[in-house]
């Protein structure tokens, strides 16, 4: 359970924390399609200044495979013979997961763009509809704990089902958006564009669902030369929003600048803010120690759009927030030291993740000496550590993760990834699963190139076995 409920940030960790960059230099733009139709506007190198590119891209997109998954029973009660042809699934489908709301399909497409051209605008249409009635699909559901997780687990309740009877009374199509987007990458390794279609409009009330078969996705850009002079970080900014934040001691906080200056200069926005700090302008997120006070920083962070957390410094330097697992069939202790606590701030439906609800100074209890703690366990931001204790161990690391970014770039070894995870599994492992792929195939790396080692309670359907 340890081991799974981590997998996710870590492995989302490490690879920020190992990230791809170079220095601009020129080239020509060279289009070409990974797998499922991912379609990438690829440069080996970007640009010091822009060379002919299309400032309009246009792409048609089958959107029938969402409704290939809705006739999986645990979504709906939708059958092959209700859509009247043949749809087949692929791993570009996701469902919506606000707990209580229904677990609408949609597809994830993602394209890439050089580093030198920015983002104007980005537009979706759906078309050739078709409508299909005495449909019901599934409200999600919360988190619920497996039983692979030991037999100690006496005093834990179940969540009761949940269903958001406002939406599922409405009249109005859910989700209703027919799209989302959002951008990311970097300047020196390529932008993205990541969309979100929602083919599928469901209305509880009628019982009916109204199912687009075709998109088609319009992304308009404009030369944008990269100026990495201009994006020199600044301690403490007031007011400001960065995709990273260096959570460090006051004593390393010079090593954390030069990390933040080279992550900026690639085009992740970074800062850098020290523990003192902290604990003076923050009350706590769960309590009132450092640990509470840290998480309640980076809950905030997080209203602010960061995405990845770094804590630049061992346990001595920056606390850790050790985890109370009376767990009777390991021998590793009672306390367990868990960064998973300061990512892990809301559940699906917005509601804070509180690691110590019953203000008993255990966190994220579990035992049979304890009211078990029910968190959400699902981190919502990347973290990573660097566990170095003094000046020369921080420099140290930095320089092997600068010299790493710049040998790794443009290395076909980078668009690969093996994901690892044991048998002690959630019952909403699968979802941890795909959140986890997902995460990979946003960063570029094809869904054929990623090999998964999954224990046998995990996926049975994607498990591979080394050799």
């Known amino acids: 359970m340890k081991n799974m409920t981590m997998v996710t940030a870590v492995i989302a960790a490490l690879v920020f924390l190992a990230?791809?960059?170079?220095?601009?230099?020129?080239?020509?733009?060279?289009?070409?399609?990974?797998?499922?139709?991912?379609?990438?506007?690829?440069?080996?190198?970007?640009?010091?200044?822009?060379?002919?590119?299309?400032?309009?891209?246009?792409?048609?997109?089958?959107?029938?495979?969402?409704?290939?998954?809705?006739?999986?029973?645990?979504?709906?009660?939708?059958?092959?013979?209700?859509?009247?042809?043949?749809?087949?699934?692929?791993?570009?489908v996701h469902s919506l997961s606000d707990i209580g709301k229904p677990k609408v399909p949609y597809i994830t497409k993602q394209f890439e763009i050089p580093g030198d051209y920015k983002v104007e605008s980005v537009s979706v249409s759906l078309s050739d509809p078709i409508e299909i009635s005495n449909i019901s699909i599934e409200p999600a559901q919360p988190p619920v704990v497996g039983s692979a997780v030991g037999d100690y687990l006496q005093n834990y309740t179940p969540p009761a089902h949940t269903i958001d009877n406002e939406t599922y009374i409405a009249h109005e199509p859910y989700p209703g958006n027919e799209?989302?987007?959002?951008?990311?990458?970097?300047?020196?390794?390529?932008?993205?564009?990541?969309?979100?279609?929602?083919?599928?409009?469901?209305?509880?009330?009628?019982?009916?669902?109204?199912?687009?078969?075709?998109?088609?996705?319009?992304?308009?850009?404009?030369?944008?030369p990269i100026q990495p002079s201009a994006l020199a970080p600044r301690l403490l900014g007031a007011g400001d929003e960065y995709e990273c934040v260096i959570i460090t001691h006051p004593d390393f906080v010079d090593e954390c600048e030069r990390l933040a200056d080279w992550k900026t200069k690639t085009g992740?926005?970074?800062?850098?803010?020290?523990?003192?700090?902290?604990?003076?302008?923050?009350?706590?997120f769960d309590g009132t120690d450092l640990q509470a006070k840290i998480k309640q920083f980076i809950y905030e962070s997080y209203l602010d759009d960061t995405e990845y957390i770094i804590l630049a410094g061992d346990v001595d330097r920056v606390p850790t927030r050790y985890a109370y697992v009376n767990d009777t069939n390991q021998n590793d202790g009672k306390y367990v030291p868990?960064?998973?606590?300061?990512?892990?701030?809301?559940?699906?439906?917005?509601?804070?993740?509180?690691?110590?609800?019953?203000?008993?100074?255990?966190?994220?209890?579990?035992?049979?000496?304890?009211?078990?703690?029910?968190?959400?366990?699902?981190?919502?931001?990347?973290?990573?550590?660097?566990?170095?204790?003094?000046?020369?161990?921080?420099?140290?690391?930095?320089?092997?993760?600068?010299?790493?970014?710049?040998?790794?770039?443009?290395?076909?070894?980078v668009k690969k990834a093996t994901l690892i995870a044991d048998d002690a599994c959630f019952n909403n492992s699968e979802y941890l699963k795909d959140r986890t792929e997902q995460h990979f195939e946003d960063w570029g790396v094809p869904s054929a190139n990623i090999q998964k080692l999954y224990g046998a309670s995990c996926s049975v359907d994607n498990r591979l076995v080394a050799k």
């Open 338 to 413: 868990c960064d998973l606590y300061y990512v892990d701030v809301v559940f699906h439906n917005g509601t804070l993740s509180d690691w110590d609800p019953s203000s008993d100074g255990l966190y994220g209890a579990m035992g049979p000496d304890v009211d078990t703690d029910t968190p959400d366990m699902e981190p919502d931001v990347c973290i990573g550590r660097l566990p170095a204790s003094t000046e020369d161990e921080l420099n140290t690391l930095i320089d092997k993760i600068i010299k790493y970014e710049i040998d790794a770039y443009n290395s076909d070894w």
């Open 179 to 224: 799209y989302k987007y959002r951008l990311g990458g970097n300047p020196i390794h390529g932008k993205r564009v990541v969309v979100h279609i929602f083919p599928i409009q469901y209305i509880p009330s009628e019982n009916k669902i109204i199912a687009y078969r075709n998109a088609s996705i319009s992304v308009s850009v404009t030369p944008s």
């Open 268 to 284: 992740i926005s970074t800062n850098v803010v020290y523990t003192t700090w902290i604990n003076n302008n923050f009350a706590g």
């Open 19 to 92: 990230g791809i960059s170079v220095a601009a230099g020129e080239s020509t733009i060279q289009p070409r399609v990974l797998g499922h139709d991912e379609i990438v506007f690829w440069s080996p190198m970007p640009m010091s200044h822009p060379v002919p590119f299309p400032k309009e891209m246009h792409w048609e997109i089958d959107t029938t495979p969402a409704l290939a998954y809705l006739i999986y029973p645990s979504i709906s009660n939708i059958t092959s013979e209700d859509i009247g042809f043949e749809v087949t699934l692929t791993d570009e």
